[in-house]
T-cell receptor, first 111, second 117 residues
Framework: GQNIDQPTEMTATEGAIVQINCTYQTSGFNGLFWYQQHAGEAPTFLSYNVLDGLEEKGRFSSFLSRSKGYSYLLLKELQMKDSASYLCAVRATSGTYKYIFGTGTRLKVLA | DTGVSQDPRHKITKRGQNVTFRCDPISEHNRLYWYRQTLGQGPEFLTYFQNEAQLEKSRLLSDRFSAERPKGSFSTLEIQRTEQGDSAMYLC???????????????FGEGSWLTVV
């Protein structure tokens, strides 16, 4: 079966660092993606990992361990505008390149 | 590059009516995806196309749903005999076909909100 798990909600303070975890079990793996989604809006692409290790993009970093089926998104120097849902998605192979999304982690950044 | 565009952005319809959504992908992208998202959930895969070929359709998609991409460019998603459970945001996304790295990222349109009353 296909399964992606993320915490439902997290709260952090402006200026702090937060780590959002994602574990996955899919039939095949060909990349893991993180998206940000503000309420009522479409998801926007944040980062992509296909090899083990850390990818850094400004205030955002994403880590992948394929052997553990685990990824995290690290947000540094949190700003109020970072309050959003963060979606973990896996591109599974199993004959086709379908993208499977988790339910998302709703992050609240407090002043 | 204008990104992925969807039309209409909002649709309110009565139960039993048919609705159609249109998606125009990023021009050089040959893969097009439809997802459905309800409140508090992640996007749920419905179907995808490579060029004009529909390569996969979710088992969750009932016979009332049909999608087309006749010329490999824009796509339409039609829902026949709508039910209240169809109320959701319908997201279209596009990408290049796999074969490399981050070029295979899918990019979403702004979504089409459907409310069935």
């Amino acid at each position: 079966g296909q399964n992606i798990d993320q915490p439902t909600e997290m709260t952090a303070t402006e200026g702090a660092i937060v780590q959002i975890n994602c574990t996955y079990q899919t039939s095949g793996f060909n990349g893991l993606f993180w998206y940000q989604q503000h309420a009522g809006e479409a998801p926007t692409f944040l980062s992509y990992n296909v090899l083990d290790g850390l990818e850094e993009k400004g205030r955002f970093s994403s880590f992948l361990s394929r052997s553990k089926g685990y990824s995290y998104l690290l947000l540094k120097e949190l700003q109020m505008k970072d309050s959003a849902s963060y979606l973990c998605a896996v591109r599974a192979t199993s004959g086709t390149y379908k993208y499977i999304f988790g339910t998302g982690t709703r992050l609240k950044v407090l002043a | 590059d204008t990104g992925v565009s969807q039309d209409p952005r909002h649709k309110i319809t009565k139960r039993g009516q048919n609705v159609t959504f249109r998606c125009d992908p990023i021009s050089e992208h040959n893969r097009l995806y439809w997802y459905r998202q309800t409140l508090g959930q992640g996007p749920e895969f419905l179907t995808y196309f490579q060029n004009e070929a529909q390569l996969e359709k979710s088992r969750l998609l009932s016979d009332r749903f049909s999608a087309e991409r006749p010329k490999g460019s824009f796509s339409t998603l039609e829902i026949q005999r709508t039910e209240q459970g169809d109320s959701a945001m319908y997201l279209c996304a596009s990408s290049l076909a796999p074969g490399g790295n981050s070029g295979n990222t899918i990019y979403f349109g702004e979504g089409s909100w459907l409310t069935v009353v």
